[in-house]
């Protein structure tokens, strides 16, 4: 089968002290693939738009705020991730300044601003822990890896930069 997956974007938010990120705590809806997780906010991009235009439309949609200063991680391919198997490519941000307050919920689930130390704590997909300190570390140069998915479990994890 050919490797042709749906592109998407995942930002984390950091608050203007830098001390806590804005998550999502998938908890709104029984089908939701990720219910009970927290994640960063982010879906899929649209036909017409490039990384970070959908990047910025997508917290302005979920969170209600209007992306200022942020810049591009990195990437992951996550073939076979999707709830059907899909294949997901994966443009992660690291936003550093906004405008507008935070709603408290979206259609997802709740909003909740996260210490740094405790995201580790929570209920993350196994393969977050992993990429996670590569979004927030101080190296300007993005990573760029992959982390196979077989049957809802994380596979592998390689990475680069």
Same mark, same amino acid.
């Given at each position: 089968? !050919?490797?042709?997956?749906?592109?998407?974007?995942?930002?984390?938010?950091?608050?203007?002290?830098?001390? &806590?990120?804005?998550?999502?705590?998938?908890?709104? &809806? =029984?089908?939701d693939?990720?219910?009970?997780?927290?994640? #960063?906010?982010?879906?899929?991009?649209? =036909? *017409?738009?490039?990384?970070? $235009?959908?990047? +910025?439309?997508?917290?302005?949609?979920?969170? #209600?705020?209007d992306?200022?200063?942020?810049?591009? +991680?990195?990437?992951?391919s996550?073939?076979?991730?999707?709830?059907? @198997?899909? *294949?997901?490519?994966?443009?992660?941000?690291?936003?550093?300044?906004?405008?507008?307050?935070?709603?408290?919920?979206?259609?997802?689930? *709740?909003?909740?601003?996260?210490?740094?130390?405790?995201?580790? $704590?929570?209920?993350?997909?196994?393969?977050?822990?992993?990429?996670?300190?590569?979004?927030? *570390?101080? %190296?300007? +140069?993005?990573?760029? #890896?992959?982390? !196979?998915? &077989? %049957? @809802? +479990?994380? =596979?592998?994890? $390689?990475? $680069? &930069?």
């Open positions: 089968m !050919p490797y042709q997956p749906i592109l998407a974007t995942l930002g984390y938010v950091l608050s203007p002290d830098r001390q &806590r990120v804005l998550l999502v705590h998938r908890n709104a &809806r =029984a089908d693939h990720h219910l009970g997780k927290y994640n #960063g906010l982010g879906g899929k991009l649209e =036909a *017409d738009e490039d990384a970070m $235009s959908g990047m +910025r439309r997508e917290i302005r949609e979920e969170a #209600g705020i992306c200022g200063a942020m810049s591009l +991680r990195g990437t992951i996550w073939p076979g991730f999707g709830k059907q @198997g899909q *294949d997901w490519f994966g443009f992660l941000f690291l936003v550093e300044a906004f405008a507008g307050t935070p709603a408290a919920s979206n259609a997802e689930g *709740d909003l909740e601003w996260v210490p740094m130390e405790a995201i580790a $704590s929570l209920p993350l997909w196994e393969g977050d822990r992993l990429f996670l300190p590569l979004v927030f *570390d101080a %190296d300007p +140069r993005p990573f760029h #890896g992959v982390m !196979p998915y &077989r %049957d @809802g +479990r994380m =596979a592998g994890w $390689s990475w $680069s &930069r």
